[in-house]
């Protein structure tokens, strides 16, 4: 009698130990806590350090600094002397080799980034040894200021002088394009891009038209004070 009682309880019993490390398991996985995915931190907003305000300056080979290396173009110059001021600027390079105000017309908008603050626009020598029609080289930087207009987006316009063989009519008409559409604009306005450079040797390249790193130097000093004035009139101060 007592035996199938005895063999009935032994196996109850092993039943349960069977079960019982599962159960465990299944009670520790609900009992784990749930994990969250790591997030990277993100610095507050007052905590981030300013975004530089950035200057673009659109041009020819003036600009972009034809057989300079980078650091002595134009931008590379402005930039530096600018933050050695303390002024939290950075300046980008949109010179082409070469451009006329046409090609300048085309790229306008996709080379002018939207955060830019200030371009500086310098284009038009190569309408002018190119013996192009001023009213077309008018016609595209009028287009030019006007789209930055649009933009909200302020300007230095820099001039350019018209070479000895140009002919004194077309001279006469090429160079009074930038103090009028500068009047007509309102923005500030640079006469010469190469004053205190063109005509010195010593400051050209041996191609007598473009500026070497020292004349470089002596154009970015020259514009200097009135990049600072306009650049104190949109509230960009040193820092």
Same mark, same amino acid.
């Given at each position: 009698?007592l035996r199938?009682?005895?063999?009935a309880?032994i196996g109850l019993?092993?039943?349960?130990?069977?079960?019982? %490390?599962a159960?465990?398991?299944?009670?520790?996985?609900?009992?784990? #806590?749930a &994990?969250?995915?790591?997030?990277?931190?993100v610095?507050?907003d007052d905590?981030a #350090?300013p975004r530089p305000?950035q200057i673009v300056?659109f041009?020819?080979?003036l600009m972009?600094g034809?057989?300079?290396?980078?650091?002595?173009?134009f931008? /590379?110059?402005?930039?530096?002397a600018?933050q050695?001021?303390? !002024?939290?600027?950075s300046v980008?390079?949109?010179g082409?080799?070469?451009?006329?105000?046409?090609?300048?017309r085309? &790229?306008?908008d996709?080379s002018?980034?939207?955060?830019?603050? *200030?371009?500086i *626009?310098?284009?038009g020598?190569n309408?002018?040894l190119?013996?192009?029609? %001023?009213? @077309?080289?008018?016609?595209?930087?009028?287009?030019?200021?006007s789209r930055?207009?649009? &933009?909200k987006? %302020?300007v230095?316009l @820099?001039?350019?002088?018209?070479?000895p063989?140009?002919?004194?009519?077309?001279a006469?008409?090429?160079? /009074?394009?930038?103090?009028r559409l /500068?009047d007509k !604009?309102?923005t500030?306005f640079? #006469?010469?891009f190469?004053?205190? @450079?063109?005509?010195?040797?010593d400051l050209?390249?041996?191609d007598?038209?473009?500026p070497?790193?020292?004349?470089?130097?002596v154009i970015?000093?020259?514009?200097? %004070?009135?990049i600072?004035k306009? *650049?104190n009139?949109l509230?960009?101060n040193?820092?």
């Amino acid at each position: 009698m007592l035996r199938p009682f005895i063999c009935a309880f032994i196996g109850l019993f092993l039943g349960s130990i069977a079960v019982f %490390p599962a159960s465990a398991q299944q009670a520790g996985q609900i009992d784990e #806590p749930a &994990r969250e995915d790591s997030e990277t931190p993100v610095l507050d907003d007052d905590l981030a #350090p300013p975004r530089p305000f950035q200057i673009v300056g659109f041009g020819d080979s003036l600009m972009a600094g034809y057989r300079l290396p980078v650091d002595k173009s134009f931008t /590379a110059v402005l930039e530096a002397a600018l933050q050695a001021k303390n !002024y939290n600027i950075s300046v980008i390079n949109a010179g082409v080799s070469g451009d006329t105000t046409t090609g300048g017309r085309e &790229r306008i908008d996709w080379s002018v980034p939207d955060q830019t603050g *200030l371009v500086i *626009l310098e284009l038009g020598a190569n309408d002018m040894l190119r013996g192009i029609d %001023p009213k @077309v080289t008018e016609d595209n930087l009028d287009f030019m200021l006007s789209r930055l207009k649009d &933009r909200k987006i %302020p300007v230095i316009l @820099v001039g350019m002088k018209s070479a000895p063989n140009y002919g004194k009519d077309k001279a006469g008409q090429f160079e /009074a394009i930038y103090p009028r559409l /500068a009047d007509k !604009y309102h923005t500030a306005f640079y #006469p010469f891009f190469l004053e205190g @450079v063109a005509g010195h040797q010593d400051l050209q390249l041996d191609d007598g038209k473009h500026p070497n790193d020292k004349g470089v130097t002596v154009i970015v000093e020259k514009m200097l %004070p009135m990049i600072e004035k306009t *650049l104190n009139g949109l509230g960009v101060n040193h820092q």
